[in-house]
Every structure is written in structure tokens, then in C-alpha cells.
């Protein structure tokens, strides 16, 4: 059981650079999220998809954008990377938004913008 | 807004000591609470959740209970091991859907269990 899966583990990256962190999961879930996990602020949620098709913010959404591929995949895209995107990210899928359902997480992908 | 406080850690403990990490809430209407953990170099977990008032959540040793007259979910286990050194997160969703049914997590607390 893969759950969800997240592309690359670790990355540098200098400032100015762009990258697009992956993420898919294989549990047959309507919603997608991406938060980023910084020291002391817990988790925040940059954006989140409740189904396929649509993509909205979160909390913390400037400096990013998100493209719901299909049903399985939802990846997170630094256009101008900067040293304050230096984070540990984590994907996470639920059978639905909200109405109480509980998050899956992938393993995170530590980033460090230089 | 909904929001999530729980107890500043770190926590350390000696091994077969009780433990509770205190969590409160605020939110409109009746969210669910949850307890994920945390592993080194790992994502989070659910651990247990309670959708309803006075509902307990249990699971690996590990119980909160939903306490709306305190909006308090407190995490207890009696008796911990060194198994269970992680950051424990307490989290709450509303039950709609919508931006207000997505998860609102604290800001975690590590615990350290030493043998």
C-alpha cells in the first residue's frame, strides 16, 4: 500500500529557481492538500483541491501554485523560489473535504532555498 | 475563526510514567477533533478521533475524549514507552464542507520517553 507518495525527498535550491513538487496517491480520494511544516507554526495549508477539476487557497497560498493533474495527482509549483519557502512540505489526501475526514500524509519533502 | 491550542513542549518522560498533553479549542458549531502523530522523518498519522461530544477516541494505549463544556480534547496514555517519542498534533475540522471544514492543526508537542 503506497498511500501517498512524494516527489523529491529533499531539494536545494538557490533564489530565484522554480521547481514543482510532486505528489500522487493511490486510495481513490476526492480531495488533495499541501501544507508546509515550519519550526514552531505546526502545520499550514497552502492549498487544497476538494475534488478533481478545482483547486482553491489556504492559509499561506502566496509564492505558489497547485495543478490538479487528475483524481491521483496534485503538485505544488514554486515559480521564484525564496529563502522564506525553506520548509518542510506534505501532501495529504482525504476521501473528502471536510465533514470530519481524516488526512493522509505523504513523507514530506524538506526544501532549502539558499 | 476555528483555532487549536495545545501545551508547549517539550515533554520528557521516564518509561511506564502517565502521560497527558492538554489540547483546547475554539469553533463554531460541532467539529471533529482529532491526534496525529509524528515520527522522525516521517509524515503525520492519524492517531485516534472523536466526531461528536463526549465521544472517546482510542487507539495504541492512547485516549482523548471530547469534552465540549471544556472544548478540550486532552491526549492520555498510562503508560508510556520509548516507542512513542514523537510530536503529537492535536487538529480540529468542521463538519461542512467548504474552507472552514479543512483541518486546523496546533503547533504540536514533542515528547521524549527515556528508557
Known amino acids: 500500500n503506497a498511500g501517498v507518495t512524494q516527489t523529491p525527498k529533499f531539494q536545494v535550491l538557490k533564489t530565484g529557481q522554480s521547481m514543482t513538487l510532486q505528489c500522487a496517491q493511490d486510495m481513490n480520494h476526492n480531495s488533495m492538500y499541501w501544507y508546509r511544516q515550519d519550526p514552531g507554526m505546526g502545520l499550514r495549508l497552502i492549498y487544497y483541491?476538494?475534488?478533481?477539476?478545482?483547486?482553491d487557497k489556504g492559509e499561506v497560498p502566496n509564492g505558489y501554485n497547485v495543478s490538479r493533474l487528475n483524481k491521483r495527482e496534485f503538485s505544488l509549483r514554486l515559480e521564484s523560489a525564496a529563502p522564506s519557502q525553506t520548509s518542510v512540505y506534505f501532501c495529504a489526501s482525504s476521501v473528502e473535504q471536510g465533514l470530519g475526514s481524516p488526512l493522509h500524509f505523504g513523507n514530506g519533502t524538506r526544501l532549502t532555498v539558499t | 475563526g476555528n483555532s487549536v491550542t495545545q501545551m508547549e513542549g517539550p515533554v520528557t518522560l521516564s518509561e511506564e510514567a502517565f502521560l497527558t498533553i492538554n489540547c483546547t479549542y475554539t469553533?463554531?458549531?460541532?467539529?471533529?477533533l482529532f491526534w496525529y502523530v509524528q515520527y522522525p522523518g516521517e509524515g503525520l498519522q492519524l492517531l485516534l478521533k472523536?466526531?461528536?461530544?463526549?465521544d472517546k477516541g482510542s487507539n495504541k494505549g492512547f485516549e482523548a475524549t471530547y469534552r465540549k463544556e471544556t472544548t478540550s480534547f486532552h491526549l492520555e496514555k498510562g503508560s508510556v514507552q520509548v516507542s512513542d517519542s514523537a510530536v503529537y498534533f492535536c487538529a480540529l475540522s468542521g463538519n461542512y464542507g467548504g474552507s472552514q471544514g479543512n483541518l486546523i492543526f496546533g503547533k504540536g508537542t514533542k515528547l521524549s520517553v527515556k528508557p
Open positions: 472523536a466526531t461528536k461530544a463526549d
Open positions: 469553533a463554531t458549531g460541532y467539529p471533529s
Open positions: 483541491s476538494a475534488s478533481e477539476g478545482t483547486t
